[in-house]
């Protein structure tokens, strides 16, 4: 064996097969920084994702809309690829079950020869039983876009609750749905307004649901700020001779007063004059109601007041009569 190993026949044969195994070796180096001198990469922002799942039952929160992408290789299919889009990014949601899952963003229809990176390439998903439920729409609006001395007398909303659909969880968070009043102030008329519904978490959150219908009608009655006084009766007058007014009751015991709040909530009562002078039997007597200073508008704006009288009233009809006969 030594002398074998020995043999100059034996050295030619290993230096021969070390020189081949140096050729290849360099060979393919060569070729490989060729490759990589040669590779080109290129940054694809906002590439759509695709989701897989059973939509009918289901909601998946955590999922991108859009991921950026990067990919490198030979410079002829980097700007194919680029120019194409024919590619795929999904995630195949359909065979997992209920509950929190990380999944990787799956890439399809692009060629081997790429070497592909997403950002993000793994995203946190929640799975979702998806629910309908109705809910009242509340209306509203800022009194400050009321004109001076006016206010809301009623709000009222057409339909009167919508439909929400979404996850469980999310629609279990609901506390508020509403349908705010925009203008741009001085209001002194009553309207009707489309306004799109917003629906709010308790701590005033807007929550991403669906809900059918999405805008509503809401009709908006304002009037002149008022309120209602007590009236006080007052006698006025001197009444005839031998007639005593033994009791004067209105037909309401409050007067309802319009104008400025600061005018209005000033006032503690309105003073209603009753002219005795002409009084003569029992009966109801119809009297005028005068707005006080600074009041557009009271009602009613007449009243009756039913007067019970006593005493002798033939000097009264005497009077009368001799009257007529002069």
Do not use: C
Request: hydrophobic letters at 35%; proline letters at 5%; glycine letters at 4%.
């Amino acid at each position: 064996m030594d002398k074998f190993m020995d043999s100059p026949w034996f050295l030619r044969l290993t230096a021969l097969f070390l020189a081949i195994m140096l050729f290849f070796s360099v060979k393919a180096e060569n070729q490989s920084s060729r490759n990589t001198i040669g590779d080109v990469f290129d940054l694809m922002q906002d590439v759509p994702v695709e989701v897989y799942y059973d939509t009918e039952n289901l909601v998946v929160t955590g999922v991108p809309d859009v991921v950026n992408m990067t990919i490198e290789g030979p410079a002829q299919i980097v700007q194919t690829t680029k120019l194409l889009k024919d590619f795929t990014l999904k995630l195949d949601l359909q065979n997992l079950t209920l509950g929190e899952h990380s999944v990787r963003i799956q890439a399809e229809n692009l060629s081997d020869k790429l070497d592909v990176r997403l950002d993000p390439a793994t995203v946190t998903i929640n799975i979702e039983e998806k629910v309908t439920q109705s809910f009242r729409v509340d209306p509203e609006m800022n009194t400050r876009l009321l004109a001076e001395g006016y206010e809301v007398k009623s709000m009222g909303v057409r339909p009167s609750s919508i439909n929400v659909t979404g996850a469980k969880s999310v629609v279990d968070a609901i506390s508020f749905v509403k349908a705010s009043i925009t203008n741009d102030g001085s209001l002194d008329k009553s309207f009707e307004q489309k306004s799109r519904v917003r629906v709010l978490d308790r701590d005033l959150n807007k929550l991403s649901l669906v809900l059918d219908p999405e805008e509503v009608t809401v009709k908006v009655d304002i009037q002149e700020y008022s309120r209602e006084i007590p009236l006080k009766l007052q006698r006025k007058g001197q009444s005839p001779s031998g007639i005593i007014i033994e009791s004067t009751t209105p037909d309401v015991q409050f007067i309802r007063i319009y104008g400025p709040k600061n005018i209005v909530d000033a006032i503690k009562e309105i003073p209603v004059e009753l002219d005795i002078d002409k009084i003569d039997k029992s009966g109801k007597v119809e009297v005028d109601v005068k707005s006080p200073e600074g009041i557009t508008k009271v009602t009613p704006a007449k009243l009756k007041i039913q007067v019970k009288v006593s005493g002798d009233t033939s000097d009264v009809s005497k009077k009368t009569d001799d009257n007529k006969g002069s």
